[in-house]
Nanobody, 130 residues
Framework: EVQLVESGGGLVQAGGSLRLSCAGS????????IGWFRQGPGKEREGVAC????????YYADSVKGRFTMSSDNAKNTVYLQMNSLKSEDAATYYC???????????????????????WGKGTLVTVSS
């Protein structure tokens, strides 16, 4: 059974930083692309970052480029999302998920994610105070 467990969310002031973690089990980590997604109140879920299993290259949505950094530790079956310079618009529930597709299919807004994402974690809440 595939399981993805996110952690690290919390309350942070605008301009601050958080580091999210996602521990996966039940699948071979390096056979999938793994992404971070977020869904704010009243908004569609969007892909913000993704790491490719093929070449470990990372992909970012324009809204987070230069502020968020995704990394992975395959030995620990864990991926991370370092979020710096947080803004109020970054407030959301953050999910990690696995996809057999290329990261380019899932990063960005306006994507029908159910077409590309197989498994989701339960999410971790990030709140940004101004």
């Amino acid at each position: 059974e595939v399981q993805l467990v996110e952690s690290g969310g919390g309350l942070v002031q605008a301009g601050g930083s958080l580091r999210l973690s996602c521990a996966g089990s039940g699948f071979t980590f390096d056979e999938y692309a793994i992404g971070w997604f977020r869904q704010g109140p009243g908004k569609e879920r969007e892909g913000v970052a993704c790491i490719s299993s093929h070449d470990a290259e990372t992909y970012y949505a324009d809204s987070v480029k230069g502020r968020f950094t995704m990394s992975s530790d395959n030995a620990k079956n864990t991926v991370y999302l370092q979020m710096n310079s947080l803004k109020s618009e970054d407030a959301a529930t953050y999910y990690c998920a696995v996809t057999p597709y290329h990261c380019g299919k899932v990063v960005g807004a306006g994507i029908t994610l159910r077409d590309y994402v197989d498994y989701w974690g339960k999410g971790t809440l990030v709140t940004v105070s101004s």
